[in-house]
């Protein structure tokens, strides 16, 4: 199992920028991707961006071009930079990491850092 802590949300105007961060631990050794995935009030949770440990990344559409995704494999972190932020971006945001085979549907999951975007 892993364990994943968030960190880095807060409130910030339109155009604003902030960065999250994820520390792992535990059975790191079985962690094939790291990610980030986020819910709206009264909405699903979506994938917001990934990483593999080669480095292949996933963005949503939503988010390219203004979020970057990035690891630390030395501090067992992953970060998401987030730029140009827009209220829709409004979000419980959530870290979560897997076996690659579990790409799609990962089970580890952190505890989720409130992002909140004023216009």
């Known amino acids: 199992q892993v364990q994943l802590v968030e960190s880095g949300g807060g409130l910030v105007q339109a155009g604003g920028s902030l960065r999250l961060s994820c520390v792992a631990s535990?059975?790191?050794?079985?962690?094939?991707?790291m990610g980030w995935y986020r819910q709206a009030p009264g909405k699903q949770r979506e994938l917001v961006a990934d990483?593999?440990?080669?480095?292949?990344?996933v963005y949503a559409a939503s988010v390219r071009g203004r979020f970057t995704i990035s690891r630390d494999n030395a501090k067992k972190t992953v970060y998401l930079q987030m730029n140009s932020l827009k209220p829709e971006d409004t979000a419980v945001y959530y870290c979560?990491?897997?076996?690659?085979?579990?790409?799609?549907?990962?089970?580890?999951w952190g505890r989720g850092t409130q992002v909140t975007v004023s216009s």
């Open positions: 535990g059975n790191i050794f079985s962690v094939g991707f």
């Open positions: 979560a990491a897997d076996g690659y085979f579990w790409r799609n549907a990962p089970r580890n």
């Open positions: 990483m593999t440990n080669d480095g292949s990344t």
